[in-house]
Antibody, heavy 120, light 110 residues
Framework: EVQMLESGGGLVQPGGSLRLSCATSGFTFSSFAMSWVRQAPGEGLEWVSAVSSGGGSTFYSDSVKGRFTISRDSSKNTLYLQMNSLTAEDTAVYYC?????????????WGQGTLVTVSS | QSALTQPPSASGSPGQSVTIPCTGTSSDVGGYNYVSWYQQHPGKAPKLIIYEVSKRPSGVPDRFSGFKSGNTASLTVSGLQAEDEADYYCSSYAGSNPYVFGTGTKVTVL
């Protein structure tokens, strides 16, 4: 069974940093591209970042480019999102998601999410 | 990249059908046959229910169907059931932006 468990969320002050983790199991982590998607309270879904299966290619939305860094550690089957220079607009539940077919806009499996709150 | 446009709400009685449109542009919905749909119950993670416009992942009932014409995709839920009450989001591949989501539609089963 595919499982993905996000952690690392919490309350952070504006301008601060946070690193999210997504621990995975039930599939060969190194074979699949992964993404982060966020959802602000009461709002819709917003794609944040993606990384290729091997980690060599990374992609970011314009809203986080230059502030967030996605990475992965296949030895730990874990996906990361380093978030710097956080603002109130980054407050959201952050989901990690797996795609079985890159380049098709398809996110097959999702974690349960971790809440990030940016506030003073 | 702007979000795809969906109506905020839709509703139907049990057993009826509801159709949710998702309007984009030639740079996303109209340019690729890569439209997905996700179902999200309150407090839960989204779940993929349609991919590549009209294909269903294993385990998704055939009451869910997808279609696309030009820059507009649509999701139809036939034979509405109480458990279909949820938020639904469309998504499209858009080249440099791999995932563009819709604004979301809340489906109410009357």
């Amino acid at each position: 069974e595919v499982q993905m468990l996000e952690s690392g969320g919490g309350l952070v002050q504006p301008g601060g940093s946070l690193r999210l983790s997504c621990a995975t199991s039930g599939f060969t982590f190194s074979s699949f591209a992964m993404s982060w998607v966020r959802q602000a309270p009461g709002e819709g879904l917003e794609w944040v970042s993606a990384v290729s299966s091997g980690g060599g290619s990374t992609f970011y939305s314009d809203s986080v480019k230059g502030r967030f860094t996605i990475s992965r550690d296949s030895s730990k089957n874990t996906l990361y999102l380093q978030m710097n220079s956080l603002t109130a607009e980054d407050t959201a539940v952050y989901y990690c998601a797996r795609t079985t077919t890159p380049g098709t806009g398809r996110l097959d499996d999702w974690g349960q999410g971790t809440l990030v709150t940016v506030s003073s | 990249q702007s979000a795809l446009t969906q109506p905020p709400s839709a509703s139907g009685s049990p057993g009826q059908s509801v159709t949710i449109p998702c309007t984009g542009t030639s740079s996303d919905v109209g340019g690729y046959n890569y439209v997905s749909w996700y179902q999200q119950h309150p407090g839960k993670a989204p779940k993929l229910i349609i991919y590549e416009v009209s294909k269903r992942p294993s385990g998704v009932p055939d009451r869910f169907s997808g279609f696309k014409s030009g820059n507009t995709a649509s999701l139809t839920v036939s034979g509405l059931q109480a458990e279909d009450e949820a938020d639904y989001y469309c998504s499209s591949y858009a080249g440099s932006n791999p995932y563009v989501f819709g604004t979301g539609t809340k489906v109410t089963v009357l």
